[in-house]
């Protein structure tokens, strides 16, 4: 395709088996899934183009807006400030199933200003823009005339035209010893070996893309989509996605894995993975692109 979108990549219509059956419950049954061809972001939105967005339209970011009480009725009130979570790496192992151990609310902390109130972008505008939630990234859609892909969308782009691979790539996680994509080497929460090079998110396009030419799919930021959690998976425990949310507030599949994905806790640096985040929360580890559909 000739005509193609300022930095959109064509992913052809086509068929493939969606889900695994050899990781974690969610992610099965494999069924074959059919998808429109469509066009999606190369790479996920960054700080620098989120900024333009908000110039543009004023948006002001959930995070950025005080919080309802009666949506938060067993929270300190104490709490309901404008803010969102930051991961802060524990000392050593702790409890994995109590995600407080390494996630804090913090007040201030925005995408501008992700790792708190004493952090900044500056130096961040190639990276994927977090802090946004579901409401967010669906503005910065509209606003660009684009849309968040389906799961199954998603999910195919990343998969680029592999069948029933592991990971984007292929089944070897570091093929020839080369790391694919940005996730959490070593002991999660604790020790970040750091093998391919970054703590935290990093540019967007420093690792190489997959079949499509899409960077991204796999780690840095899990990525927004557009598909609801039926209700299935209700009492499952987030992953490394908290919630300070109740459980009436809605929530919708997030896909890819990020940096804070790790072997010893959360595998899910994999196409099939996914995971289910409440529309209202957003944290340092997620993020979204977009995608256009042929009218
Ligand atoms: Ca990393």
Redesign the pocket.
């Known amino acids: 395709m000739s005509d193609a979108p300022e930095g959109m990549a064509w992913v052809p219509p086509g068929e493939f088996a969606m889900g695994s059956e050899d990781f974690y419950p969610e992610e099965g049954p494999v069924r074959r899934v059919a998808v429109e061809g469509f066009w999606i972001d190369r790479e996920p939105v960054t700080v620098a183009e989120f900024r333009r967005f908000v110039k543009a339209t004023g948006h002001v970011t959930v995070a950025e807006r005080p919080l309802e009480p009666d949506d938060y009725p067993d929270a300190d009130p104490e709490m309901l400030v404008p803010g969102s979570l930051v991961f802060r790496p524990s000392r050593g192992p702790v409890d994995l199933r109590d995600f407080r151990n390494w996630w804090e609310y913090v007040p201030g902390t925005t995408w501008q200003r992700p790792d708190g109130p004493a952090s900044d972008t500056y130096t961040r505008g190639r990276h994927p823009v977090t802090q946004v939630a579901y409401e967010d990234a669906s503005a910065y859609a509209a606003w660009a005339g684009k849309a968040l892909p389906t799961e199954a969308e998603w999910e195919y782009a990343a998969r680029g035209g592999l069948s029933g691979a592991v990971f984007a790539w292929g089944d070897e996680f570091a093929p020839g010893g080369q790391m694919m994509a940005?996730?959490?080497?070593g002991e999660f929460p604790w020790q970040?070996l750091?093998?391919?090079?970054?703590?935290?998110t990093?540019p967007v396009g420093s690792f190489a893309p997959n079949g499509f030419g899409l960077h991204d799919m796999t780690?840095n930021v899990w990525e927004w989509t557009c598909d609801l959690l039926n209700g299935d998976h209700t009492a499952q425990s987030p992953c490394c996605g908290p919630s300070e949310s109740g459980e009436h507030i809605p929530r919708r599949v997030i896909k890819g894995g990020s940096?804070l994905c790790a072997p010893n806790y959360c595998l899910r640096y994999r196409p099939a993975a996914r995971q289910f985040e409440a529309i209202d929360t957003s944290t340092g580890h997620i993020g979204f692109r977009c995608v256009q559909r042929a009218a």
């Open positions: 940005n996730t959490w080497q970040n750091l093998a391919d090079g970054y703590a935290g990093s780690g940096h």
